[in-house]
């Protein structure tokens, strides 16, 4: 079970940005849900969802605004939403404490899983590379956590040659991204989604292991 702690790792620093919410309750412990703002290197900011357990929050302060340092794991459920199921990002915090002192990488996640879906590349109007890659991070009691992630430039040439079942590891950061969603002719409402940005990322085999890095990737894609 070890192994399966380490293959899943957030960092985050970020100021508190909505009050807790109840989420749900397991086991007789309380779990809530908040917001925290992460900055990026420009004038961005993501919007990440944190979940914690009511036995970590005592003695923290989360009013909106407090400046935090958050790790944990990022996790994936489905939820049945506007009559179909959709996959939900949170951060699942293991720790949390006051943050004193900004570090120069507010947002970083490591990542251990499998490929599974056939990765898509592309390119933008404007030429960029791009390909999309779902990500299955095993985690105890035979669960799974689906994680989409986004390469950019080598990195997502790289992604070309792998296939459904690779073993992979990637670094990088977990991004927000706004989008308008059409319910009627007539209204639109927002809506939050969640990938992992990859900087660097290695294909794990039995004899060796291959590895990319594309310093375009670390970029802010604001």
């Given at each position: 079970m070890d192994n399966l702690m380490l293959n899943n790792k957030i960092y985050l620093e970020g100021s508190v940005s909505s009050n807790l919410e109840f989420s749900h309750e397991m086991y007789g412990e309380g779990f809530y849900t908040f917001y925290l703002d992460v900055k990026r290197l420009s004038d961005a900011k993501d919007s990440i969802c944190i979940t914690v357990s009511e036995?970590?929050?005592?003695?923290?302060?989360?009013?909106?605004?407090?400046?935090?340092?958050?790790?944990?794991?990022?996790?994936?459920?489905?939820?049945?939403?506007?009559?179909?199921?959709?996959?939900?990002?949170?951060?699942?915090?293991?720790?949390?404490?006051?943050?004193?002192?900004?570090?120069?990488?507010?947002?970083?996640?490591?990542?251990?899983?499998?490929?599974?879906?056939?990765?898509?590349?592309?390119?933008?109007?404007?030429?960029?590379e791009i390909a999309d890659v779902l990500l299955a991070v095993n985690r105890p009691y035979n669960k799974s956590d689906y994680i989409p992630t986004i390469a950019w430039g080598r990195n997502s040439r790289f992604c070309q040659t792998l296939n459904v079942g690779d073993n992979i590891r990637i670094w990088g950061?977990?991004?927000?991204?706004?989008?308008?969603?059409?319910?009627?002719?007539?209204?639109?409402?927002?809506?939050?989604?969640?990938?992992?940005?990859?900087s660097k990322m290695e294909r794990v085999s039995k004899d060796s292991v291959d590895s990319t890095e594309d310093l375009n990737s670390t970029q802010d894609i604001g």
């Amino acid at each position: 079970m070890d192994n399966l702690m380490l293959n899943n790792k957030i960092y985050l620093e970020g100021s508190v940005s909505s009050n807790l919410e109840f989420s749900h309750e397991m086991y007789g412990e309380g779990f809530y849900t908040f917001y925290l703002d992460v900055k990026r290197l420009s004038d961005a900011k993501d919007s990440i969802c944190i979940t914690v357990s009511e036995r970590i929050i005592s003695g923290v302060d989360l009013s909106i605004g407090s400046e935090i340092i958050v790790e944990g794991q990022l996790r994936s459920y489905n939820k049945f939403v506007d009559g179909a199921n959709r996959l939900i990002l949170t951060v699942f915090a293991r720790n949390i404490e006051p943050c004193i002192e900004r570090s120069k990488n507010p947002n970083e996640i490591f990542l251990d899983g499998y490929i599974c879906k056939e990765p898509v590349y592309r390119t933008t109007p404007f030429g960029r590379e791009i390909a999309d890659v779902l990500l299955a991070v095993n985690r105890p009691y035979n669960k799974s956590d689906y994680i989409p992630t986004i390469a950019w430039g080598r990195n997502s040439r790289f992604c070309q040659t792998l296939n459904v079942g690779d073993n992979i590891r990637i670094w990088g950061r977990l991004q927000s991204r706004e989008y308008q969603k059409r319910v009627s002719d007539t209204e639109t409402i927002k809506k939050i989604a969640y990938e992992v940005s990859v900087s660097k990322m290695e294909r794990v085999s039995k004899d060796s292991v291959d590895s990319t890095e594309d310093l375009n990737s670390t970029q802010d894609i604001g």
